[in-house]
Nanobody
Framework: QVQLVESGGGLVQAGGSLRLSCAAS????????MAWFRQAPGKEREFVAS????????YYTDSVKGRFTISRDNAKNTVYLQMTSLKPEDTAAYYC???????????????????WGQGTQVTVSS
């Protein structure tokens, strides 16, 4: 079992910054990759960024590339999402996810991941 707890969400004005954290506990030695997804009201949950646990190789969706940075601290079993130049369209509940294996699926798919956090709300005002 892996438990994920997100933190760091809040209300910020357009152009501002937030840093999200996701702390993992349990079978953390089994983690292959971690990712951030987001879901706005009335929309489907979408991929934001991912990072491999061993090599720390990041991957971003085009809409956040250059503005968001994903990173990880293996010693703390924590993944971060540094969000800068925030836009109102970034408003969503942000979810942390963990994958325990490399599946024959794209890592941007929800079913690539085995565990999910409860989410943290990010609201960007204009």
């Amino acid at each position: 079992q892996v438990q994920l707890v997100e933190s760091g969400g809040g209300l910020v004005q357009a152009g501002g910054s937030l840093r999200l954290s996701c702390a993992a506990s349990g079978r953390t030695y089994s983690i292959y990759a971690m990712a951030w997804f987001r879901q706005a009201p009335g929309k489907e949950r979408e991929f934001v960024a991912s990072i491999s646990w061993g090599g720390g190789v990041p991957y971003y969706t085009d809409s956040v590339k250059g503005r968001f940075t994903i990173s990880r601290d293996n010693a703390k079993n924590t993944v971060y999402l540094q969000m800068t130049s925030l836009k109102p369209e970034d408003t969503a509940a942000y979810y942390c996810a963990a994958a325990l294996s490399l599946r024959p699926l794209s890592s941007v798919r929800l079913d690539f991941y085995d565990y999910w956090g409860q989410g943290t709300q990010v609201t960007v005002s204009s």
